[in-house]
């Protein structure tokens, strides 16, 4: 770690301490989105029950919104609803995670609550059984905001060795990576793989597939337990899409979608037919696929440009890509590459549906 990092902690000091008894309670940590795309959180007692908690019985909370971004002053509250449930890889079993929904005091979804609107879309479609897998690419900070490991004056050699990277000088703070994918897979968040990116520092963890609603879930509580394990190390987290300007790769969330009939055996006509879609509804897409998206999508380093639509078999340069597998089988999955790191999965996830399938009517 380096040495003007200003949080250590002690892991293990910290564990006589963890593995103290509770005393027949839990402690649950409610978790919500807040208004800069960050995560949030706070910690209560619960009692302890042996079948359990499902969403509906744990207690709605609340939390000071104007200290947040999420309410004005005068009308503060934003209260939590609980919406998943998963295994607390810090605490330990029997205490918990809980994702929540932020509601307003006069009963409507907060701003930022994108998941209410998400959640519609994917019961309207249910039907169409649509899958996701998203990529979620990333850049490990030092407390000054530099690129882990890149030179306090200066750059490191050019971009070429570092993908996939193994071996000192091409990676930093594996430790982090190797710490998150096991509290995904402690947690129950369906992480499908990782791998070390182009530019050095950069990272991505994969998610998925994930059925309707629970990509959302799943990505925004895997973003929480990278933030809260490179707390740990001394890291920031960077959702930045472009977060170095120049010859160095941009960070995306690639979203790999596929219905039932994508799927099946002649599949390759459902997913020209969701493209064509897609084609239309370019700029809408674009307008939630992620602030400061227009740095990264320059028709460069991997990607489309922002102002045009385009598709292709294994093209990494498009804003649409058909893994070449797919083409081979005649069916399968599509990748939608224009998502920036920092977009919302519930956004990205409920456009898709309302483009390829409708908007839900009130
Ligand atoms: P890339 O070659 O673009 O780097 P990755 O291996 O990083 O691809 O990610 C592929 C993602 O696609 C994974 O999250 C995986 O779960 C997801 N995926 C695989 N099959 C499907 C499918 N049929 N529908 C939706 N997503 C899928
Ligand atoms: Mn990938
Ligand atoms: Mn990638
Ligand atoms: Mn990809």
């Known amino acids: 770690m380096g040495s003007d990092t200003t949080s250590i902690t002690y892991t293990e000091n910290l564990q006589k301490f963890l ?5 027949g309670s839990i402690i649950a940590e409610y978790i919500w989105v807040d208004a800069d795309g960050g995560v949030r959180s706070k910690s209560r007692t619960l009692p302890e029950k042996a079948e359990g908690y499902t969403p509906n019985d744990l207690p709605i909370w609340n939390f000071d919104g ?28 029997p205490n ?3 994702l929540s929904e932020c509601w307003n005091a006069d009963g409507t979804p907060n701003k930022f609550n994108h998941r209410h609107e998400c959640a519609k879309l994917m019961a309207a479609h249910a039907e169409t059984e649509p899958w996701f897998g998203l990529e979620q690419e ?43 994918y096991k509290c995904c897979m402690f947690a129950g968040v369906k992480i499908s793989g990782t791998n070390a990116e182009v530019m050095p520092a950069q990272w991505e963890f994969q998610v998925g597939p994930c059925e309707g609603i629970e990509m959302g879930d799943h990505l925004w509580l895997a973003r929480f337990l990278l933030h809260r394990v490179a707390e740990e190390f001394g890291a920031k987290v960077s959702f930045d899409p ?24 002649g599949g390759m006509k459902a997913i020209e037919a969701a493209i064509k879609k897609l084609e239309g509804r370019h700029a809408e897409h674009i307008a939630v696929y992620g602030e400061g998206n227009e740095k990264r999508l320059t028709g460069r380093h991997e990607t489309g440009a922002i102002d045009s639509f385009t598709y292709g078999v294994a093209n990494r340069g498009a804003s649409i890509r058909i893994p070449r597998e797919c083409a081979a089988k005649g069916c399968g999955y599509f990748e939608d590459r224009r998502p920036a790191s920092n977009a919302d999965p519930y956004q990205i996830t409920g456009i898709m549906m309302e483009t390829c399938f409708g908007a839900v009517s009130e």
């Open 19 to 23: 593995r103290l008894s509770q005393n």
């Open 66 to 93: 104007s200290s947040t971004g999420q309410a004005p002053n005068g009308d503060s509250d934003v209260y939590l609803k609980p919406v998943a449930i998963f295994p607390d890889p810090f605490r330990g079993n």
């Open 96 to 98: 918990i995670l809980i």
């Open 138 to 180: 990333y850049t490990l900070l030092d407390l000054n905001d530099r690129p882990y490991g890149w030179p306090k004056n200066g750059f490191p050699a050019a971009q070429g060795p570092y993908y996939c990277g193994v071996g000192a000088g091409k990676v930093v703070q594996r430790d982090i990576v190797e710490a998150h």
């Open 242 to 265: 472009k977060p170095i300007p120049g010859e160095w790769n941009g960070a995306g969330l690639h979203s790999n979608f596929s219905t039932k009939d994508m799927r099946d055996e």
